[in-house]
């Protein structure tokens, strides 16, 4: 199928657009290279430099005329988006709404999107589930909850299919420092280069980290399953950043230090998603563990920050 990937130049969006062309699709990629890196796009894949929030995307479709589309194009990062919440949600609130405007008239069949655990706000040491109270502590998660409410009355209104993934923190190769999921990749490329890396707050707070595999997994298995769902992606699992710390100095044999900062603003304390629902019908159910998955993520951070090593 013909697939637009908007952000597929991106850390997720670039390994969707590779289990894309393996299970035989054929991925199209808007970026606009804000934060993405073309060399991430497969050579095969069809490439155009468009920002979704501008009137040109429609020419995209015009071209193109894509079936499906996988929208995870969006500003990521909690803490701009408190610094910055006009551009926050013109990137993310306006850029949806220009890209469902387009599948709707040019007859899209699906529209995935990605949402994100920050939708659900502070709440107590649980599994979250996905009809739990939605209270977003940052404009980065207002504007997540904003672009589902969109997709979902876009969908009542013009009958233009969906599925919302909301992903717990994601990580693995080719993700940049920044960004919500990024502790994992700023602890390794800071140990790889001898830095000892900040701890905000006191460690304890918890996250559930998903492979970026296993969730390229669940966007392609929405093309054909979950029509009109919300799902959780996630591991079921938590994580302290104090035990993240500790699990990667003994990868790496370090024997460094954190240093501890005050806590950030918008920062949740715990986070961990009850994946029950994607397992049963999407047939979604995540195959990387953490260490297999951060063994993964370390050598391509070895091959790429220290080539030779
Ligand atoms: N990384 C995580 O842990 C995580 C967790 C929950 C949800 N998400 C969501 O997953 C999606 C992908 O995130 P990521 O971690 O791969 O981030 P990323 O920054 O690597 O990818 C985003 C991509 O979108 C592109 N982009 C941004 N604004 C654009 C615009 N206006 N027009 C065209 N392209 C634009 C960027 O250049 C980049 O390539 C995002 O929607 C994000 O909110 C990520």
Redesign the pocket.
């Known amino acids: 199928m013909k697939v637009l990937v ?2 597929g ?5 670039s390994h969707v657009v590779d289990l894309l062309i393996q299970s035989g699709h054929e991925p199209i990629v ?7 890196n073309k060399e991430f796009v497969a050579q095969s894949a069809r490439f155009f430099d ?4 501008s009137p040109q995307i429609e020419s995209v479709f015009v071209k193109e005329k894509p079936e499906v589309v996988i929208h ?5 990062d909690v803490a701009f988006s408190i610094e910055n919440p006009v551009e926050d949600a013109n ?1 993310n609130i306006l ?1 949806t709404i220009r890209l469902l405007d387009c599948s709707h008239k040019y007859h899209v069949k699906k529209f995935i999107f ?5 939708v659900y706000g502070e709440k107590d040491d649980c599994n979250l589930k996905e009809t739990f109270p939605l209270q977003p502590r940052s404009f980065y998660g207002i504007s ?1 909850l904003s672009s589902e409410l969109y997709i979902e009355n876009f969908s009542q209104l013009f009958n233009l299919p969906y599925t919302i993934l909301r ?5 693995g190769p080719r ?2 420092s920044k ?3 990024g502790v994992i990749s700023v602890f390794l490329k800071k140990v790889l280069n001898g830095e000892a890396p900040y701890i905000f707050g006191d460690g304890e707070q918890t996250r559930d980290f998903v492979f970026v595999k296993d969730v390229a997994n669940a966007n392609v298995l929405s093309i054909e399953k979950g029509s009109n769902e919300i799902f959780n992606i996630g591991t079921n699992s938590k994580t302290s950043i104090n035990d993240l710390f500790q699990n990667i100095t003994s990868l790496t044999s370090s024997n460094l230090t954190p240093i501890l900062m005050p806590a950030r603003k918008g920062d949740i304390q715990y986070s961990r998603l009850d994946n029950s629902k994607a397992a049963k019908l999407l047939g979604w159910n995540p195959v990387f563990d953490l260490k297999t998955g951060l063994n993964e993520t370390l050598n391509y951070y070895r091959r790429t920050i220290n080539p030779g090593h």
């Open positions: 908007s952000g130049a991106g850390f997720i969006g808007v970026d606009n290279l804000r934060t993405g468009v920002d979704i929030a995870l194009a969006a500003q990521v990137q850029g990605s949402s994100s655990c920050a997540k992903y717990s923190n994601v990580y993700q940049s960004g919500e999921g």
